[in-house]
């Protein structure tokens, strides 16, 4: 059964994302005191007194008549995440008093058909918590109760009753096999596209002004009985080109996201071919050891026979380094080949979690050493005497040797190569280790 769902709505500004990681116990969504900081919705886990759930942190509802280009957006996947939510909590500001906005957000939720709490928050002085709260009765949508969310105050009798208001049916949801898939690349590649096209549904903010996704976005869902989680992040920008504290979170956010991939889908813009940040990204991702799919996107736009070799080109010279990434020529706006990127995400894991026979490493080394390759230097030669797998997600090869440190980047990309040719890896970065056992212990490179 899945989690039960908590949605935080509110008008913008009123504490929804500080309230959000206080009960996530976490900073996972982006605090700011800029107004609209939060534009898609973004989910949490959370807990409480043993009932796991997850938390909705939604962007702020504003007025019809607002002039900002995201608000029907932004109200858009309030609504949604509403509609979807077992229980709702209402955030007001109790430090400003009820405004038309507020009362725009309860004539929404006065339609759901479903628990609502209304939490007046920035009450941070227990002493004068109940003064002014009762101009709050006039939203119509239950009775207004302090709370602190920057300093707990109120926050725990609040999940009492949050959590005994969820479906008595809502069980835990089933972790195990769970593919993690972040979709990563630079701002406006069309990455939230892709995420809504694999979802099948309207699930993240689309624009086509870079930077629109600033919270990593979490869904789930099952295809070809396999269930994937979705990460749509924040584009990933040169550090120099981070003016904004907010588009520096969303970078943090990034690599947080690749931190708990299994996969990442690296989004290019193939009319733009892969860039030098793009290569960065990609190294990122491998040096976290996720496995790695490459999303030609835009492909539709590409005419000319011409414009194909440029996007190749860029391709061969710009991740030279990682031959072993599978790519797909998509268009997340049309759907073209959108069916083959999740095949090659399930086969990526299929390599990342593969575990391949001592036997049948000691079989390629013995050919190697035929072969006569080896490293020298000033009468030494490197001899490796055993190879085993000591570790999966990615593979991890270590080798036995008599001398590590004699051992180069040459002879490295040397020895993955043969790795390959002879084990489909194909999808997953990999890790080699070179030991010797000497009489102080083992060297390690």
Known sequence: MPKPVVAVVGRPNVGKSTLVNR????????????????????????????????????????????????????????????????????????????TDEDEEVARILRKQDKPVFLVVNKKDDPATEEDGLWEFYALGVGEPRPLSASHGYGTGDLLDDVVAAFPPDAGEEDEEDTLNLAIIGRPNVGKSSLANRLAGKKRSIVSDVAGTTRDAIDTTIEWQGQRIRLVDTAGMRKKSQVHEDVEYYSLVRGLMAMERA??????????????????????????????????????????????????????????????????????ALTGRATDKVLKLALKAQESRCSAIKTSQLNDLLAEIREGGHSVSYKGRRLKIHYATQTGTKPPVFTFFCNAPDLVDDNFEHFLENRIRDRFDLEGTPIRMRFRAKVEKGEVDR
């Open 262 to 331: 299994d996969v990442c889908l690296l989004v290019i813009d193939a009319t733009v071919g892969v860039t030098e940040q793009d290569q960065k990204v990609a190294g990122m991702a491998i040096d976290r050891g996720c496995g790695l799919v490459i999303c030609l996107n835009k492909w539709d736009l590409i005419q000319t026979d011409q414009d194909r070799d440029h996007v190749m080109a860029s391709l061969n010279q710009r991740l030279s380094f990682a031959t072993w990434i599978p790519y797909v020529n998509i268009s």
């Open 23 to 98: 009960i996530a116990q976490s900073r996972d969504a982006i605090v700011h005191e800029s107004r609209g900081v939060t534009r898609d919705r973004s989910y949490h886990d959370a807990d409480w007194n043993g009932r796991d759930f997850v938390i909705i942190d939604t962007g702020g509802i504003e007025s019809i008549h607002s002039k900002d280009t995201f608000a029907p957006h932004i109200r858009e996947q309030a609504v949604m995440a509403a509609t979807e939510a077992d229980v709702i909590i209402f955030v007001v500001d109790g430090s400003t008093g009820v």
